[in-house]
């Protein structure tokens, strides 16, 4: 039986507004894309299924909520300090423009060590504008 995800993990109808640590996020234009990087996260680099997720659409532009609005008090001070901290709040607004665009975001565990094969992967496979979220760090990664 496979681990259980970290409690930190995104799931699927979560409401936290950040990724988790240690995620690889990359961007796919199609519901086949988004099915070949599933499928190869999965083959090639023995990912648990239940640990990598995708969004869609609006509702999943609204998960992502760039300005905090969805997620209450606490959901617009937590983007208001993105708002100063690296790339964030350039990341969010991307991330949520290209999914209401009609294309998909899939997300992946990786750490420091496995996240650029993590990448690899998903580029040989269609994503694009792929980072990793780390505990303190947005890093863009080009495979």
């Given at each position: 039986?496979?681990d ?5 993990q995104?799931?699927?109808?979560s ?8 995620t690889?996020?990359?961007i ?10 599933i ?11 239940d640990r ?16 905090g609005e ?10 208001l ?34 996240r ?25 990664l080009?495979?």
């Amino acid at each position: 039986m496979p681990d259980d995800p970290p409690e930190h993990q995104y799931q699927q109808g979560s409401e936290s507004l950040s990724f988790p640590d240690d995620t690889v996020v990359g961007i796919v234009d199609d519901p086949d894309g988004a099915i070949a990087v599933i499928e190869a996260l999965l083959e090639e680099e023995g990912i648990d299924e239940d640990r990598v997720t995708f969004m869609c659409g609006e509702s999943g532009a609204r998960r992502i909520d760039p300005e905090g609005e969805r997620h209450g008090l606490l959901g617009r001070l937590q983007r208001l300090v993105q708002h100063y901290s690296d790339k964030e709040p350039e990341n969010v607004q991307r991330q949520a423009d290209e999914l209401r665009a009609g294309r998909y975001l899939v997300t992946a565990p990786a750490t420091q060590e496995t996240r650029d094969r993590v990448a690899a992967v998903m580029a040989a496979h269609g994503a694009r504008y792929i980072n990793h979220y780390g505990t303190w760090t947005v890093t863009r990664l080009e495979a």
